[in-house]
């Protein structure tokens, strides 16, 4: 690498330091320049003069701009043999230039007979472009139409199997279908990109047990993992069983259900912890530790030599019994990133199957994530979890971005309960990976199945699923505005990244108010009554039965001969009486009765 240059500053008696990249652009910048002006000048000195006397004046200003650049400084003073060199090698970039110019002209590609392929006649002579120029025609003169060669695009010959030469007509790769590319989809660049190889999981039955309002009982807990099973998930992650009696029982019965997911335990990095999970029949264990100074001061106490220690002995404990094992660091995101590479590295090479990543607290965002699982995917070999927190709102996006990044595995739970506001809920992160990849995410789990999961789940916890949850809330596939109701009908991908029916659900467009009541109006008119209903709007709110109310007085108007389109009056005062009457008709039944 360049080093790091110094010059004097104009101002003061002092040294500015110029960083290596800033002298490569402003180098690059010169030579460009000097080519550019090298080009032109050699091209002018070369043509006759039709004006000795103004060509000799042009030439000499074009000699003096060959030292000087666009900002105005000239070039520093180089030796006799490096300005040689320099000069000879751009006279020979112009020589070449010209010769292939001429070899072009010698060839007759234009004058080939008609049976050639057409984009060869098609071809126009090189003209003396300055290199670098964006736009090679942009001073050529106007083509009369008499003199240019009609292409048939459709017929028109394949080069290395692609229409109109590599990049197909109009810049569109020929050979292409026809459907729309996915602009959410993993690039083919994106080798450590798992957005479409991921397991995910589902922690409902141990991160959601620290939800506020959660307490399940076994029948619960059973009911719940059978469903998460139905759904497709790859894990299912319990309790710790050293943390009561009732939770090894609850673990022991989960584990004899012979479910094809996983069942996995979390467990803090101790032995003790580690012989009890492994006699409940688990399929793996979690082991975490926290490592942020926050959680060493004020949590467990230890020093990051006693919490290796330990994962090494806890570890090799677990992976003498055969089962999975996995090591995580807790509060990754505040821990020393050398402590956090050092310990992954070490649980690594005594052959952990994962790492863990966790955001405690939530405060991690995107960019952070993808650097840190970024990094660690050079350390380890090994496959790489994350568990995020929902405090800041980042869930979502933060495991989206580390997959994207190399992880392999994502904690979830339904609803994203968890402690606080909860974690990366399985719904939203369903959705944004059908969003990535539809085929992939649908042959992996049972889609509709998460309605039913997410409504056992809130029961549980007594909680509603909110309105605006992706996928299964009140209003994830109802369209109201009228633009996107019209687009939606005709076509639904309009207004909808994810398919409905996919997941078992149906979409709900709010169409005309006047088709729903069955009255017969003409556009004008429909118009004409939209018109008055947006006026009152404005004056107080508009509930659904005083719009229907309003549509059935104007239909009655229009029929009668009463109303017409725009009479503004007639309309008010049909509504007039139509209140009088519905006041009059409430006051008959109190009369009645005091009679």
Same mark, same amino acid.
């Given at each position: ?21 800033? *002298? ?35 030439? !000499? ?27 000879? =090698? ?15 002209? @010698? ?24 290199? +670098? ?19 048939? $695009?459709?017929?028109?010959?394949? $080069? =290395? ?19 729309? +590319? ?30 506020? =309002? ?85 949590? #467990?106490?230890?020093?990051?030599? %006693?919490?290796?220690?330990?994962? *090494? ?56 994530? %993808? ?32 997959? @994207?990044?190399?992880?392999? #595995?994502?904690?979830? !739970? ?6 606080? /506001? ?34 056992? $789940? ?6 509603? /699923? ?24 005709? =076509? ?17 467009? !709010? ?35 005083? /719009? ?37 008709? @409430? ?9």
């Amino acid at each position: 690498m360049p080093r790091a240059t110094t010059r004097d500053h104009p101002d003061r008696h002092t040294k500015q330091v110029l960083a290596p990249d800033v *002298i490569a652009k402003r180098t690059k910048r010169h030579l460009e320049e000097l080519e550019r002006t090298n080009y032109a000048a050699s091209s002018l000195l070369n043509e006759p003069d039709s004006d000795p006397e103004g060509s000799s004046s042009q030439k !000499s200003k074009f000699r003096a701009r060959q030292t000087v650049i666009s900002d105005k400084r000239t070039f520093p003073t180089v030796n006799a043999a490096k300005k040689k060199k320099s000069t000879m =090698n751009v006279r020979t970039a112009i020589l070449y230039r010209k010769g292939l110019a001429a070899l072009i002209d @010698e060839s007759g590609l234009a004058s080939l007979p008609p049976t050639q392929p057409s984009y060869l006649t098609a071809s126009a002579p090189a003209s003396p472009v300055p290199p +670098r120029m964006l736009c090679s025609n942009a001073n050529a003169s106007p083509v009369q139409r008499d003199e240019m060669v009609s292409v048939d $695009v459709k017929a028109a010959p394949t $080069v =290395n199997g692609h229409r109109n030469g590599v990049n197909g007509v109009n810049g569109v790769a020929a050979g292409r279908d026809d459907r729309h +590319r996915n602009p959410y989809a993993p690039r083919a660049s994106d080798f450590l990109n798992n957005i479409s190889n991921f397991k995910i999981i589902e922690s409902t039955l141990r991160e959601g047990e620290q939800f506020a =309002n959660a307490f399940f009982d076994t029948k619960t807990k059973i009911a719940i993992a059978k469903a998460l099973d139905a759904f497709g998930v790859e894990y299912i992650e319990l309790t710790s069983p050293a943390a009561s009696e009732q939770s090894r029982i609850d673990c022991e019965a989960i584990c004899n259900l012979r479910l094809k997911a996983k069942v996995l335990t979390h467990i803090r990095c101790h032995m003790d912890d580690a012989r009890i999970a492994i006699e409940t029949g688990v399929d793996g264990v979690d082991v975490v530790i926290g490592t942020s100074s926050f959680l060493r001061e004020f949590s #467990h106490g230890k020093d990051m030599a %006693y919490i290796t220690k330990t994962a *090494i002995e806890v570890i090799t404990f677990v992976k003498s019994k055969g089962i999975e094992v996995r090591f995580s660091s807790e509060d990754s995101f505040r821990s020393d990133l050398v402590d956090l590479l050092s310990i992954y590295q070490t649980v690594d090479k005594i052959g952990v199957n994962r790492v863990g990543i966790a955001d405690t607290v939530g405060c991690a965002n995107p960019r952070q994530v %993808y650097e840190l699982v970024r990094t660690l995917r050079g350390v380890v070999g090994c496959d790489i979890e994350i568990h995020l927190h929902n405090d800041t709102g980042m869930a979502i996006a933060n495991a989206y971005t580390a997959l @994207e990044a190399g992880a392999t #595995h994502i904690d979830t !739970s339904v609803l994203g309960i968890g402690e606080r /506001v909860g974690i990366t809920p399985l719904g939203g992160l369903i959705a944004c990976l059908y969003a990535a990849n539809p085929e992939y995410v649908k042959s992996k789990y049972n889609l509709p199945m998460l309605r039913e999961i997410e409504n056992l $789940v809130a029961e549980a916890v007594e909680v509603n /699923v909110p309105f605006m949850n992706p996928i299964t809330g009140y209003c994830a596939f109802t369209h109201k505005a009228g633009i996107h109701a019209k687009a939606i009908l005709n =076509n639904p991908s309009t207004y909808e990244i994810l398919k409905p029916e996919d997941f078992g659900l149906t979409r709900y467009v !709010s169409i005309g108010r006047v088709e729903q009541l069955g009255i017969q109006l003409s556009d004008e008119e429909i118009k004409d009554a939209t018109a008055k209903i947006k006026e009152l709007a404005d004056v107080r709110t508009q509930s659904m039965d005083d /719009v229907d109310s309003l549509l059935r007085v104007y239909h009655s108007g229009i029929q009668s001969g009463e109303l017409a389109v725009g009479q503004k009056e007639a309309l008010d005062r049909l509504l007039k009486r139509h209140r009088e009457g519905s006041l009059s008709s @409430e006051r008959a039944p109190d009369l009645t009765v005091a009679a």
